[in-house]
C-alpha cells in the first residue's frame, strides 16, 4: 500500500459517501475510513471499489456492502436501469414496458424492491409487484400470466447468508442468454450518476398492480392441475426445510391440496431467516446442510424428506426404508422424474427432455428408449428453456416435458420456464404414493432404471476460493489445465479434451473442460457463474471393475493434486 494508493482510494470512497442513502452501508464506509491504514481494511476497500459488480446471464449476485463491486441499492438500480435502457432499445417507440419485480427474504431484499418500484416508475414502466417475499419459481410463473417484457427477482439463492443478487428474465419467461448479457452490460457502465440514481430510487411511487394470494393459488392450481395421478393415493408422512427460506406456505397448501400427506415442518428452519443460523451455506446439496431435518424426521419417523433450498427453486429429495436413509443425488432424482413421466405422456415421441452436459448421461439414454426429443446444453437453466422454448417453435405439437440439472433443479412442462422447486416436491410425493402401492421405494424403481440404462459410478465436488483475488486464481486453475490436461482418470488413459471455450454455437461455447477415456469416464471441470468456485463433474458408465471402496477419494486426490498444482 502505498500513499497515493491509499489517497486516491479515500478520495473514491468519500465521494461515493456522499450520496449514500442506506444507513448501515453508510456506517460500514465510515468505520473502514477511520481504519484505511490497516491492510485488511485497504485490501476490503479496495475490492469493494475496483470495479462494478459483473454483470452476466444471471443477473448480478455477491456480498452485500458499500461500493459499486457489491450488493446494495446503488448497485441495484445502477443494473435496473440499464436493464430497462436496454429492453426499451429493442421494443417499439410507442410501447410501455411491462416489469414484474419480486424479492425473497434475504437481508435487504424488501428494501431494493421497494426502490426498483419507485425507479422503474421514474422512468416510465408500468410496473407488477408482489405484496411480500415469494419463491422464485412463483415469480418465474407469473412472468408468464402477466406477460410481463422484463423480471426483475431480487435472491442469491443458495448462496451464504452475507450475499444478495437480482435476477433478471426476459419478455419469454425464461432468463437471459448471451448476447443480451453483453449488451445489458454495455448500458450498465452508462448508468447516470449516483445522484441520479439516488433520485429515481427513492422518488416514491406506487406499482400498478400488486400480487398476492390469488396469484398464489393459481400457481398452485396449475401445479395440481398439470398431468394429476392416476392411481390411488396411499397415505404418507413427510418432514420438510424451507432452509430459512420462503418455500414453506406455499409447500404447506400443495400437501394439503394432496390426500394422504401427512406434512411435518421442521421447527426452526421452515420460517424465513435472513440469518440463516446454524447453515454456513444454505444449500442442500452442501455437507451437513440436512443433517437437522434427517435427525427431526427419523425422530418424526418420516417416509420422505424434502428440502427447498431458500428461494425454493431447487428441492433435495430423501427416503426412508427399512435399509435407513437415502438421499438422492440430483441425478438419480432427474433419471426417476424423466423415466416416470415419460411413461405417462401418450405421445412420447413429441415430449422434449432438456439436461445439461455436466449431468447424468443416463437420461440421454432414457429418452432414447421412450423415442422423445433429447437435448442437452451447457449448464443453467437459461438454456434449458430457451432451447426448448425453442424446439417447441420449430416442432408442430410437440411440449417441453421435463428439463433438469444435477445441482437438483427441476422443471415440468410449461408453466414454468425456470427451475421449480416447488412442482418438483409435487412430483416427488406422487411418485412415492405410487410407488407405496406397489410395495416399492424410490431407491426400488432407480435400480430398475439401472437395471435398463446403466448403473453410473459418478461423483462431484468443488473447490472454493474465497479471497479478494479468487477470480483471478480460477483463471489461473483453468489455464494451467489447458496448458496441462490431465492424462489418466483412475488408471484409464485420457483419450480426448474437449475445450468448450474454443465451440463455436452459442448455446455450447463456455469455460469448460471435458476430458474422456475410452473406458467411458467422463470429468468436466468448470468455474461456477455464481460463486467462486471450480466445479469437478465425474461419471462413469463402464462396465469395468467398481468395486474400489476409496475410488471417490483416489479420483478427487489425483485430479485436484494436478489442476491445483501450481497454488
Not at 156 to 170: T, V
Not at 419 to 436: N, R, Y
Not at 548 to 561: A, G, I, K, S
Request: hydrophobic letters at 35%; aromatic letters at 8%.
Amino acid at each position: 500500500m502505498t500513499q497515493e494508493h491509499l489517497n486516491n482510494l479515500l478520495t473514491q470512497v468519500n465521494e461515493y459517501l456522499e450520496h449514500e442513502t442506506e444507513s448501515d452501508m453508510a456506517e460500514i464506509l465510515k468505520d473502514q475510513l477511520n481504519e484505511a491504514h490497516d491492510s485488511t481494511v485497504f485490501a476490503q476497500l479496495t475490492d469493494a471499489f475496483s470495479q462494478r459488480l459483473p454483470f452476466g446471464t444471471a443477473g448480478i449476485r455477491g456480498a452485500v456492502g458499500p461500493g459499486p463491486n457489491r450488493m446494495n441499492m446503488r448497485t441495484v438500480a445502477a443494473t435496473a436501469w440499464g436493464v430497462f435502457q436496454y429492453f426499451s432499445k429493442q421494443a417499439d417507440d410507442e410501447k410501455q414496458l411491462k416489469c414484474l419485480i419480486a424479492h425473497d427474504a434475504r437481508q435487504h431484499s424488501s428494501k431494493w424492491c421497494a426502490g426498483l418500484v419507485n425507479l422503474l416508475k421514474s422512468l416510465g414502466a408500468h410496473v407488477t409487484v408482489f405484496e411480500t417475499h415469494v419463491p422464485t419459481p412463483l415469480a418465474a410463473y407469473a412472468m408468464r400470466i402477466c406477460s410481463a417484457d422484463i423480471g426483475f427477482i431480487i435472491t442469491a439463492s443458495h448462496n451464504p447468508p452475507a450475499d444478495n443478487g437480482l435476477k433478471i428474465y426476459m419478455g419469454n419467461s425464461a432468463q437471459l442468454i448471451p448476447p443480451h448479457d453483453h449488451s445489458i452490460a454495455s448500458k450498465i457502465d452508462q448508468a447516470p450518476s449516483n445522484q441520479t440514481l439516488v433520485s429515481y430510487f427513492t422518488k416514491q411511487a406506487d406499482a400498478d398492480v400488486v400480487l398476492g394470494e390469488e396469484m398464489r393459488s393459481q400457481y398452485l392450481d396449475a401445479i395440481l392441475a398439470y398431468m394429476p395421478p392416476t392411481s390411488e393415493n396411499s397415505p404418507l408422512c413427510i418432514c420438510y426445510s424451507a432452509m430459512h427460506g420462503v418455500g414453506a406456505e406455499l409447500i404447506q397448501h400443495l400437501c394439503d391440496a394432496l390426500p394422504g400427506i401427512d406434512l411435518r415442518m421442521h421447527p426452526t428452519q421452515s420460517r424465513p431467516d435472513p440469518t440463516f443460523p446454524g447453515l454456513a451455506f444454505p444449500n442442500p446439496e452442501e455437507d451437513g446442510a440436512l443433517d437437522a431435518l434427517c435427525a427431526y424426521a427419523e425422530e418424526q419417523q418420516a417416509e420422505l424428506i424434502l428440502a427447498n433450498d431458500p428461494d425454493a427453486d431447487r428441492l433435495s429429495v430423501g427416503e426412508y426404508t427399512e435399509k435407513g436413509l437415502r438421499i438422492f443425488t440430483g441425478n438419480e432424482l432427474g433419471c426417476l422424474f424423466a423415466h416416470h413421466t415419460l411413461s405417462r405422456v401418450d405421445r412420447k415421441e413429441l415430449a422434449i427432455i432438456a439436461t445439461t452436459c455436466v449431468s447424468t448421461q443416463l437420461v440421454g439414454r432414457i429418452a432414447k428408449h421412450f423415442g422423445a426429443h433429447y437435448i442437452e446444453t451447457l449448464t443453467g437453466f437459461k438454456w434449458i428453456a430457451n432451447l426448448g422454448i425453442e424446439r417447441e417453435s420449430t416442432m408442430p405439437g410437440s411440449q417441453f416435458l421435463f428439463g433438469f440439472e444435477e445441482a437438483i433443479g427441476f422443471t415440468f412442462g410449461p408453466l414454468v420456464r425456470d427451475k421449480d422447486g416447488v412442482h418438483a416436491a409435487k412430483w416427488a410425493i406422487q411418485l412415492k404414493q405410487q410407488l407405496k402401492l406397489q410395495g416399492m421405494s424410490l431407491e426400488d424403481y432407480l435400480h430398475q432404471i439401472h437395471d435398463q440404462f446403466g448403473r453410473p459410478r459418478a461423483s462431484a465436488w468443488s473447490r472454493r476460493f474465497d479471497t479478494p483475488n479468487g477470480a483471478q486464481t480460477i483463471k489461473r486453475v483453468m489455464t494451467h489445465i489447458r496448458q496441462n490436461p490431465l492424462q489418466h482418470l483412475l488408471g484409464h488413459e485420457v483419450e480426448q479434451m474437449e475445450d468448450f471455450g474454443a465451440r463455436t454455437e452459442a448455446h455450447l461455447k463456455t469455460n469448460m473442460l471435458v476430458f474422456r477415456t475410452k473406458e467411458g469416464d467422463r470429468l468436466i471441470i468448470r468455474p461456477s457463474g455464481t460463486e467462486p468456485k471450480v466445479k469437478f463433474y465425474y461419471e462413469s458408465l463402464s462396465s469395468t471393475d467398481m468395486a474400489e471402496h476409496n475410488w471417490q477419494t483416489t479420483l478427487r486426490e489425483e485430479v485436484e493434486r494436478h489442476c491445483f498444482a501450481t497454488l
